[in-house]
């Protein structure tokens, strides 16, 4: 993790303009919209790499209450930049400084396939949720596609590519079943996975748009194309 953590303080700065091109704010709006959608309203929400805040942002925005946490110091400045109403903490997801069921609902956004001990953040989570609460994660999904991202990364880290994301992590891609057998194994019930995200925005513009325009069909007709995994889980009453 502190290759992970090393490289987010060095994008920190750089890190929202990844997401505020056209094709990155189509992306992550639609990843976070349905992170949003498997949420309670107006409750209070633990982020897990919640990175610069922009989750966070959207939470709040629909009634809610947030609280976050992410390895980079540099990404936590920034997040309490953004939302500084919010409270906002350097920590890591497997040892979570918070009490006993503490919150509504917990998220994580295009964090969790980087943690090494994934167990712990999910043991970790079902704590700090109350009876009842609700668990929603999007994560990298394992296909023939995805297969290939690892090698372009090493490539990218190899040149120094200075852009978000564009290094060798040992990042997990979870299969449906894996990642839904992970979740159960803590205690979660009502665990649902679906596949989501075709049009990704790192596809350069005239594919990305044609993704787009098939998104929905890849999303329901042929989920074993799509870039990203959403897991959604609730702690039992």
């Known amino acids: 993790m502190k290759k992970v953590q090393r490289h987010y303080d060095e994008v920190a700065e750089v890190y929202d303009r990844h997401y505020a091109t056209d094709r990155g704010r189509i992306y992550y709006d639609h990843v976070c919209d349905l992170v949003l959608d498997d949420l309670p309203r107006g409750g209070l929400l633990l982020d897990l790499g919640c990175g610069t805040g922009l989750f966070m942002v959207r939470y709040c ?3 809610g209450d947030a609280v976050g946490l992410d390895i ?9 930049q953004r939302c500084p109403a919010c409270t906002v903490s350097v920590g890591t997801a497997e040892q979570l400084p918070f009490r006993d069921a503490t919150f509504d609902a917990v998220a994580s956004i ?3 396939s980087y943690l090494q001990r994934p167990e712990a953040m999910l043991a970790e989570s079902f704590r700090v ?7 929603a994660v999007c994560t990298l999904g394992r296909n023939l596609l995805t297969a290939l991202v690892p090698v372009i990364y090493r490539v990218g880290e190899k040149v120094r590519a200075r852009r978000v994301g564009m290094a060798d ?5 979870y299969r449906t079943g894996e990642i839904a057998a992970l979740f159960a194994s803590i205690g ?3 665990v649902g996975v679906r596949r989501c995200s075709f049009a990704h925005q790192d596809l350069h513009d005239p594919v990305f748009a ?4 098939v998104e929905p069909f890849v999303e329901e007709r042929l989920p074993h194309l799509a870039y990203n995994l959403c897991v959604s889980a609730k702690k039992p009453d």
């Open 110 to 112: 295009l964090a969790f």
């Open 72 to 80: 980079s110091r540099g990404m936590i400045a920034r997040a309490r």
């Open 129 to 135: 949720l109350k009876p009842g609460g609700t668990i």
């Open 188 to 190: 979660f019930v009502d």
């Open 210 to 213: 044609i993704a787009r325009k």
């Open 61 to 63: 925005a629909s009634g």
């Open 169 to 173: 992590f040992g990042e997990h891609y």
